[in-house]
Antibody, heavy 123, light 107 residues
Framework: QVQLQESGPGLVKPSGTLSLTCAVSGGSISSSNWWSWVRQPPGKGLEWIGEIYHSGSTNYNPSLKSRVTISVDKSKNQFSLKLSSVTAADTAVYYC????????????????WGQGTLVTVSS | DIQMTQSPSSLSASVGDRVTITCRASQSISSYLNWYQQKPGKAPKLLIYAASSLQSGVPSRFSGSGSGTDFTLTISSLQPEDFATYYCQQSYSTPPVFGQGTKLEIK
C-alpha cells in the first residue's frame, strides 16, 4: 500500500525558508490522487497547508498562500513544500498525506499520512 | 472558513464504556465530514469518512453519524488502544478545516 515519508531540516532560522520533501512509495504520484501538506504546532490542532496534483496544479490555504509553494517531481515520485519568511509560529510537526480527489471535491479525505517531521524555527 | 467545534475537549472513560464525541459545523456541510484518531507522537489515522463510512481495517466498534451541522463519533465499547485524540474534519469547502480535537483519557 502507499506509504509516505517526510524529510528535511529540523531547524530553520527566523525569516528563512522551510523546505520539506515527501517521498511516496508503494504507488505512483501520478495516480488520480492529490497530495497534501498538513501541520500541527506542538500540543495544538491540525492545519491544512495545501495540495498538488501530478500535473502541477495546486491549491493552497488562503491563510498561508502568500508564503507557500508546493511542487512535484514525478521522476522521483515525491513532492515538496517550501514555506518562506518563517517565524516561531511556524514551528510544528509537518505531515504529508494523500487526499483522495483534492479539496475542491467535497468527498475528500486524507489517507494515508506520513509519520511527520518536526520543524523548529529558532535562531 | 467553516469552523468546526468538537465537544467535549477532553473525556475520561473506562474500558468497556460507550463513548460519544460531538462535532458541530458553523454551517451546513451535508455529510462531508471525516474523523481521525491520533495517538501521541503518531500521525492521524482515518477512521470514518463521509460522516458514516468506516475506513477499511477500522474496528466496527467505531461508528459515525450525522448530517448538516451536527455529527457524532461513537465508540461502542472502549478498548485500551482507543485512548487517543480524535479530530473531525470538514471537506465541504476549501480550505478543509479540522476540529480542535477531543482527548480521550483513561478513567
Amino acid at each position: 500500500q502507499v506509504q509516505l515519508q517526510e524529510s528535511g531540516p529540523g531547524l530553520v532560522k527566523p525569516s528563512g525558508t522551510l523546505s520539506l520533501t515527501c517521498a511516496v512509495s508503494g504507488g505512483s504520484i501520478s495516480s488520480s490522487n492529490w497530495w497534501s501538506w498538513v501541520r500541527q504546532p506542538p500540543g495544538k490542532g491540525l492545519e491544512w497547508i495545501g495540495e498538488i496534483y501530478h500535473s502541477g496544479s495546486t491549491n493552497y490555504n488562503p491563510s498561508l498562500k502568500s508564503r507557500v509553494t508546493i511542487s512535484v517531481d514525478k521522476s522521483k515520485n515525491q513532492f515538496s513544500l517550501k514555506l518562506s519568511s518563517v517565524t516561531a509560529a511556524d514551528t510544528a510537526v509537518y505531515y504529508c498525506a494523500r487526499d483522495l480527489e483534492g479539496v475542491v471535491a467535497a468527498y475528500n479525505w486524507f489517507d494515508p499520512w506520513g509519520q511527520g517531521t518536526l520543524v523548529t524555527v529558532s535562531s | 472558513d467553516i469552523q468546526m467545534t468538537q465537544s467535549p475537549s477532553s473525556l475520561s472513560a473506562s474500558v468497556g464504556d460507550r463513548v460519544t464525541i460531538t462535532c458541530r459545523a458553523s454551517q451546513s456541510i451535508s455529510s462531508y465530514l471525516n474523523w481521525y484518531q491520533q495517538k501521541p507522537g503518531k500521525a492521524p489515522k482515518l477512521l470514518i469518512y463521509a460522516a458514516s463510512s468506516l475506513q477499511s481495517g477500522v474496528p466496527s466498534r467505531f461508528s459515525g453519524s450525522g448530517s448538516g451541522t451536527d455529527f457524532t463519533l461513537t465508540i461502542s465499547s472502549l478498548q485500551p488502544e482507543d485512548f487517543a485524540t480524535y479530530y473531525c474534519q470538514q471537506s465541504y469547502s476549501t480550505p478543509p478545516v479540522f476540529g480542535q480535537g477531543t482527548k480521550l483519557e483513561i478513567k
